[in-house]
């Protein structure tokens, strides 16, 4: 702000990209909460951030709802940019030996990194088991149509599912939030600098500029 | 049922001990259900609602003398009709008053999410503390007998206090109270085993082997307990589990598994903060955004 230079951005996330992310990450916290709360007695204390355990029992599957059919919106979205290829796999292995970003046997990265897919498969996998085990241990609708041993074993991998899903966008989070500057603006503004894309997804940078995607902004 | 008590050994939900300062001097309760005894006549549950004020709904006949069909919110006892043919070929009428058996190790307090919604007291009794009841359900779920219901009209769980609330000051159940035959019989647990060998011993005598006594060890022992002329098949009986446990996905589920979890993310969050306390931001350089321009200015200038 305050500097009127015309500045040269890539854009990143469109509108309807952003705000359904922030649906599905509000929608992920209250789930996540509410969950947790049922989770261990430890985290009880959590279900009063959602209206009580009550409320939370209440709750939880509707905002599981929103997320899920969120999250469905977000994998039609990008799901096509998620497809691991060859030099995702490269990536993946030469990244713990690279000793920089740019270092030479690091191969360029397009729009997500083999890192960011491996997230997208295992968040695409613990939504579907969450929703498919949600269902059957939904009380208030659905128990009564399963026998005894699907409602036990749907609870064992609800939270199995639950759990991954909390540590994968801890991860996530974190990578955004903290680690990778300048990534926070791409699901908040719908943009991003060229550096960032330059140095963090060249392969996608190099596209962007052939098909002459950067516009020039007054921040 | 809200009691105010200081002897209550195991709470859900709860990782602390629970108010246990008395103890059961007395020793613990127990119900002896004598099969062989009971007539059908369901006193029992007529007593049961009577002393719980419980009105279920007036259903229909299924054409059987089971009546309501099933356990439900408002009936909390019912007795269970068998017709079997034994292999000589005659009928059997077994009659099964079934509830809740009050197991030692309770399935149902061991799946509670909820803090004190489930009590076990320090006399064997199991306790649904219901405004402690958030309505997950998940003691059906934990249940190795299939008794807790939902109430559809508060969402809450129910099922059999064995009248804690008359227990609590010297009074058998209602049911016991209410049985003509002395097929049900109430005190404390030992006195109870010992009744039960007398019976079955009779039993035995007059021509059922197989006699004896439902107290089955896969859940610790019940604070209800069965005299089965055919102990041997207890299915016979509406479908009385043979080798009751609390199942292996409710102890994978409840058991060692849930600190470990919360272990697991509590770690993946300090896994990152050390990260970026060792690694520190990724941050865009000049040098980056120098070169992005030279790349740009290569493609558009």
Redesign the interface.
């Given at each position: 702000m305050g500097d009127t230079a015309q500045r040269t951005v890539i854009a990143r996330y469109n509108e309807r990209e952003r705000i359904n992310h922030w649906i599905l990450a509000i929608a992920f916290v209250l789930a996540a909460l509410s969950g947790l709360a049922l989770f261990h007695p430890s985290l009880y204390w959590m279900s009063s951030l959602v209206g009580g355990g009550t409320w939370s029992r209440i709750l939880h599957p509707f905002i599981g709802l929103v997320m899920t059919v969120s999250f469905a919106l977000l994998v039609l979205a990008v799901g096509k940019h998620n497809r691991m290829e060859e030099r995702d796999w490269k990536w993946l292995r030469e990244m713990p030996k690279a000793t920089s970003h740019d270092d030479p046997r690091l191969p360029e990265v397009g729009r997500y990194n083999g890192g960011q897919k491996i997230l997208f498969k295992v968040l695409l996998a613990s939504m579907a088991l969450l929703l498919l085990s949600g269902i059957v241990i939904w009380r208030s609708y659905f128990s009564a149509y399963f026998p005894i041993g699907v409602i036990r074993l749907a609870a064992v991998v609800h939270a199995l599912a639950g759990f991954v899903l909390v540590c994968s966008i801890i991860g996530h989070a974190y990578a955004a939030l903290f680690w990778v500057t300048g990534s926070m603006g791409a699901m908040t503004r719908g943009f991003v600098t060229p550096g960032w894309a330059w140095r963090h997804h060249r392969a996608w940078f190099r596209e962007n500029i052939r098909a002459a995607n950067p516009r020039t902004r007054a921040d | 049922m809200a009691l105010q008590s200081l002897d209550i050994v195991r709470r859900s939900?709860?990782?602390t001990p629970s108010p246990g300062v008395r103890g059961p001097a007395t020793g613990e309760v127990a119900k002896l259900i004598d099969v062989s005894k009971c007539i059908g006549c369901k006193a029992c549950q007529a007593a049961c609602m009577e002393w719980n004020d419980l009105r279920d709904e007036i259903g229909t006949c299924d054409g059987t003398y089971q009546n309501p069909p099933d356990l439900s919110a408002q009936s909390w006892t019912l007795m269970r009709f068998t017709e079997y043919e034994n292999p000589k070929g005659d009928l059997e009428w077994l009659i099964r008053k079934d509830g809740c058996m009050h197991c030692a190790d309770p399935g149902c307090l061991k799946a509670c999410?909820?803090?004190g919604a489930i009590v076990q007291y320090a006399n064997g009794i199991v306790d649904f503390h219901e405004e402690?009841c958030?309505?997950?359900?998940?003691c059906?779920?934990g249940c190795p007998f299939?008794v807790p219901r939902?109430s559809k009209k508060d969402?809450k769980a129910y099922k059999c206090t064995l009248c804690s609330d008359r227990v609590a000051v010297g009074l058998e159940p209602a049911c016991i109270k209410a049985c003509p035959t002395g097929a049900l019989v109430f005190g404390t647990k030992e006195d109870m085993q010992h009744h039960a060998e007398g019976r079955v011993q009779d039993l035995q005598s007059r021509g059922f082997d197989q006699a004896g006594l439902y107290d089955p060890a896969g859940v610790g022992g019940t604070h209800v307990m069965y005299v089965l002329p055919h102990a041997d098949q207890p299915q016979l009986y509406g479908g009385l589990p043979a080798e009751p446990r609390i199942?292996a996905?409710?102890g994978?589920?409840k058991g060692f598994?849930?600190?470990l979890?919360?272990a697991?993310?509590a770690l993946?969050?300090l896994a990152?903060l050390f990260?970026?306390l060792r690694?520190g931001?990724?941050?865009?350089?000049?040098e980056?955004?120098?070169?992005?321009?030279r790349?740009?200015e290569k493609?558009?200038g």
């Open positions: - | 939900a709860t990782t999410p909820a803090p402690n958030i309505g997950c359900g998940y059906i779920t299939d939902i969402k199942s996905m409710v994978a589920w598994t849930k600190p979890a919360v697991g993310i993946t969050a990152a990260h970026y690694v931001p990724n941050e865009t350089t000049e980056d955004e120098a070169a992005a321009a790349e740009l493609n558009h």
